[in-house]
T-cell receptor, first 111, second 114 residues
Framework: LAKTTQPISMDSYEGQEVNITCSHNNIATNDYITWYQQFPSQGPRFIIQGYKTKVTNEVASLFIPADRKSSTLSLPRVSLSDTAVYYCLVEGSGNTGKLIFGQGTTLQVKP | DTEVTQTPKHLVMGMTNKKSLKCEQHMGHRAMYWYKQKAKKPPELMFVYSYEKLSINESVPSRFSPECPNSSLLNLHLHALQPEDSALYLC?????????????FGPGTRLTVT
């Protein structure tokens, strides 16, 4: 399983766009990139997943360069309620269901 | 219904007690998981069940005993726990036991071992 590296913490202000970059230099050909969000005392929640280029949903965008050695989660116009821990996971398409969470990025959104 | 429910929300138990955590989902998912999360740390996988059979045990001590009575229910039986086992225990489910399948997490059970 590829290892990921993310910033430990980030600060932002309401209304700003936030970009969190994840490094995964050893990503394998069949690995997907998935981001989860976790609020205090709650379980993680799936945000977005991609394999290459760009993926967008109603919550976020995920940018993946051609070499796939990194990815960037983009949160448009954050609000206070986006304060959470964001985990980047790189997982293969094997039939295991095994997820390995890294340390994550604690995003603090200020008013 | 995209909800995973867990009971109880909080549990305090002594080291000689036996207790169980319960998890339920009605999304028709065939994979269910137990994770352990210590404060300020990421979730750590404990067990994976696929089609009601244990498929992954991440070298978890035998004082934790999982059980999957049917495709909607997952239990975690606890016996002779240690204070260092105090943590948030999270249950999750996914359509299949594939790493790229979205996992739906419950709110967790906050366990304190005294």
């Amino acid at each position: 399983l590829a290892k990921t590296t993310q910033p430990i913490s980030m600060d932002s202000y309401e209304g700003q766009e936030v970009n969190i970059t994840c490094s995964h230099n050893n990503i394998a050909t069949n690995d997907y990139i998935t981001w989860y969000q976790q609020f205090p005392s709650q379980g993680p929640r799936f945000i977005i997943q991609g394999y290459k280029t760009k993926v967008t949903n109603e919550v976020a965008s995920l940018f993946i360069p051609a070499d796939r050695k990194s990815s960037t989660l983009s949160l448009p116009r954050v609000s206070l309620s986006d304060t959470a821990v964001y985990y980047c996971l790189v997982e293969g398409s094997g039939n295991t269901g095994k997820l390995i969470f890294g340390q994550g990025t604690t995003l603090q959104v200020k008013p | 219904d995209t909800e995973v429910t867990q009971t109880p929300k909080h549990l305090v138990m002594g080291m000689t007690n036996k207790k169980s955590l319960k998890c339920e989902q009605h999304m028709g998912h065939r994979a269910m998981y137990w994770y352990k999360q210590k404060a300020k740390k990421p979730p750590e996988l404990m067990f994976v069940y696929s089609y009601e059979k244990l498929s992954i045990n991440e070298s978890v001590p035998s004082r934790f005993s999982p059980e999957c009575p049917n495709s909607s229910l997952l239990n975690l039986h606890l016996h002779a726990l240690q204070p260092e086992d105090s943590a948030l225990y999270l249950c999750a489910s996914s359509r299949e036991a594939r790493s790229q399948d979205e996992q739906y997490f419950g709110p967790g059970t906050r366990l304190t071992v005294t």
